[in-house]
């Protein structure tokens, strides 16, 4: 019943929203070319801006255009079929299963508006608390940035980042619907003054699950968010930012015995100083609390509990010393705090670990067409005392091309989960934390070359990734448990090296092609194994068609069809038995395809802007006993109003 008034009221308000008055220009109708895609700000690579062209560290960016065109309902969903070799498994037990090339989701930093992001069991992200229609972009940086953002940067850094309040009003309602009885709905409300400005955003999603093959079912679930950002200009030298969320999310199991619940609550503020017009203080604290309940479904009482607390406080200058050197420092605090009795053991069922960090990053740009970054940081923890991360990146302009290098050091302490474990696993299995365990360290190379032209971009990057002291868990036979004991140890160095290929092209007036290929060769040292969900070779593309000269009068009706998907060699598993035998299966080839179609109506009645939009997922019905939560071929269609 819940659902059902909750899609009433997101009915109710987009009807509604046709008596407002507004211009609007719809995104359909923004598709940027090559050079302007590239003319975009970002910030990631180096915590200051930079456009995407003459950034000196390679970073790929996932726009709302490329967010639209593929009819996304999540980021992760955009990720997976924009970027490739980044693949992930839904988990409504532990969250998103995400794996880039071998490395999972522990080496993989999640950042909302630069800010970390809380993850809760299994140390996975759960990407559905961010409505998908209010992202701006998402920037990603692979290898080790660990200078920058501290541990867990070892694989690749994916910030999402928000959209801005920009006009005096601005309303956005959607509601989306689909196979196996899926539904999305997206509601924001942004007011600007003349020094403040307030964002709303309300978001829903849920399904009635569905059965993958004999025996195996996805679960029936549904999820509620509601956030608040404040925005607030003091003076001409300093402005502020409060923000605020909350989080619920429900998974009803077929057996009708129990459910699942999570929340999260979210909540920081940062402030902008300039104390000079050279220089920038800006001071940021984020908290993120994490829950987890198993319910019994008929009296709601509670039959287990866990949760997971993250504080981070940081506080970043940025200083133009020179007018060829800017130089960026600050000091960093994060504590992590869990409570899980059903994993620790009811005696010693909290633990907790915090890290003290300073960096300093310097940028030259002495020379026209050369720049030059350099950088490091002082991690103490209060286990494995003080460890050094140094970086340094290059980049080279020549006319229409630019060459970049990079040598980034990255660092990664043992979580929680990994030094205190102690719990007994379905089928047998003994889990068992280590407290001695090292921390994890590794050595990023990369070179690439890109060429920018009017209508055509391209770029090839070959990179080494050597993981030192990898912590994983190793298989002890142990009489008291049959089956076997899982105890994490740090057993050996890991190896990724690959070659990344990417192209960007429009076509005449009507058509934008993209295509990026990814091969990796990974390698386990204990096992002399590719690293388990390696895939050699993965593909993403697509070709979109824009057409803006339909009109009726003098409205103008854009339409796009998008025909995008993806493709990659068999993903590897395979673990070692107590008697040093390698078992485990290989996926078949992926390949999974959709198309998106969108049209636009401009200006209904003189005062408002409706999309309609409608896609077909996996269109070739792909399915895989190995990866067994694919549901096959789906579809949707979705309503969108923007004022």
């Known amino acids: 019943m819940f659902q059902k008034a909750i899609s009433g009221i997101l009915l109710l308000f987009t009807i509604s929203c046709l008596h ?258 050279h220089n920038v203080l800006k001071f940021a604290v984020n908290t993120d609390w994490y829950n987890a309940y198993t319910l019994e479904n008929h009296t709601n009482d509670e039959l287990a509990y866990s949760n997971y607390h993250l504080l981070s406080v940081h506080v970043t200058d940025t200083w133009n010393a020179l007018q060829w050197l800017q130089l960026t420092g600050g000091y960093e605090f994060n504590r992590e705090y869990t409570y899980a009795p059903e994993r620790f053991g009811a005696g010693n069922a909290t633990h907790d670990v915090y890290e003290n960090s300073v960096f300093a990053q310097g940028e030259f740009n002495y020379w026209d067409d050369f720049s030059v970054v350099a950088g490091a940081r002082l991690t103490q923890h209060p286990s494995f005392g003080v460890h050094f991360t140094p970086k340094l990146s290059l980049m080279y302009k020549l006319d229409c091309f630019r060459f970049r290098a990079g040598l980034s050091n990255g660092f990664k302490a043992p979580s929680l989960k990994e030094m205190y474990y102690d719990f007994a696993m379905p089928g047998g299995y003994y889990m068992r934390g280590n407290p001695d365990l090292k921390p994890e360290a590794s050595w990023y190379t990369s070179v690439s ?122 993903r590897l598993y395979r673990s070692v038995n107590q008697q040093g035998i390698a078992e485990g299966a290989d996926t078949k080839t992926t390949s999974i395809w959709r198309v998106v179609y969108t049209q636009n109506i401009l200006n209904v009645w003189k005062f408002a802007a409706i999309e309609l939009q409608a896609g077909i997922d996996n269109l070739f019905d792909w399915t895989d006993p190995v990866i067994s939560i694919n549901p096959g071929r789906t579809w949707f269609v979705a309503l969108k109003v923007r004022l």
């Not at 709303?200 to 009635?208: A, C, E």
């Not at 298989?475 to 994490?488: A, D, I, T």
């Not at 993403?540 to 409205?555: L, N």
């Open 449 to 570: 070359a890109e060429y920018i032209a009017e209508k055509f971009n391209a770029s090839v990057t070959a990179y080494n990734n050597v993981i030192n002291d990898r912590i994983g868990y190793v298989e002890y036979s142990s009489p008291q448990y049959p089956s076997g004991m899982l105890q994490y140890e740090n057993v050996a160095e890991a190896v990724m090296r690959g070659i990344d290929l990417s192209a960007q092209a429009e076509l005449g007036s009507y058509f934008n092609v993209t295509a990026n290929y990814a091969f990796a060769d990974t390698e386990d040292k204990s096992t002399g194994k590719p690293l388990n969900g390696t895939s050699r070779h993965a593909f993403t593309g697509g070709v979109v068609f824009r057409y803006s000269d339909i009109k009726i009068g003098r409205q103008a009706l854009p339409l796009s069809l998008n025909f995008s998907g993806r493709m990659s060699s068999p």
């Open 20 to 277: 407002a008055q507004a211009d609007y220009i719809p995104e359909i109708a923004e598709a940027d070319t090559a050079v302007n895609f590239l003319e975009q700000v970002v910030v990631t690579g180096t915590r200051t801006l930079h456009t995407l062209k003459n950034v000196p560290v390679l970073t790929k960016v996932v726009s709302k255009i490329e967010l639209n065109d593929i009819g996304a309902v999540t980021a992760l969903d955009a990720l997976e079929n924009l970027l490739p070799g980044l693949t992930f498994n839904p988990d409504p037990n532990h969250g998103d299963n995400i794996q880039l090339q071998g490395l999972d989701n522990k080496y993989i930093l999640v950042l909302l508006n630069g800010e970390r992001m809380v993850n809760g069991r299994a140390e996975n992200v759960n990407f559905s608390r961010i409505s998908v229609a209010d992202i701006q972009r998402i920037e990603i940086i692979d290898g080790a940035a660990s200078v920058l953002y501290g541990s867990n940067a070892i694989g690749a850094v994916i910030n999402i980042i928000t959209k801005e309040v920009n006009e005096p009003l601005e309303i956005y309602a959607g509601g989306r619907y689909g196979s196996y009885n899926s539904y999305a709905g997206d509601v924001s409300v942004g007011v600007k003054g003349n020094k403040w400005s307030s964002k709303t955003v309300l978001n829903t999603k849920g399904s009635d699950g569905y059965r993958v093959q004999q025996g195996i079912r996805v679960s029936p679930w549904d999820d509620y968010y509601i956030g608040e950002t404040f925005k607030l200009t003091i003076n001409e030298k300093l402005n502020a930012c409060v923000y605020g969320s909350a989080y619920l999310s429900q998974l009803w199991p077929y057996q009708d015995i129990i459910h699942r619940r999570e929340t999260d609550y979210n909540a920081g503020a940062y402030a902008n100083w300039q104390t000079s017009t």
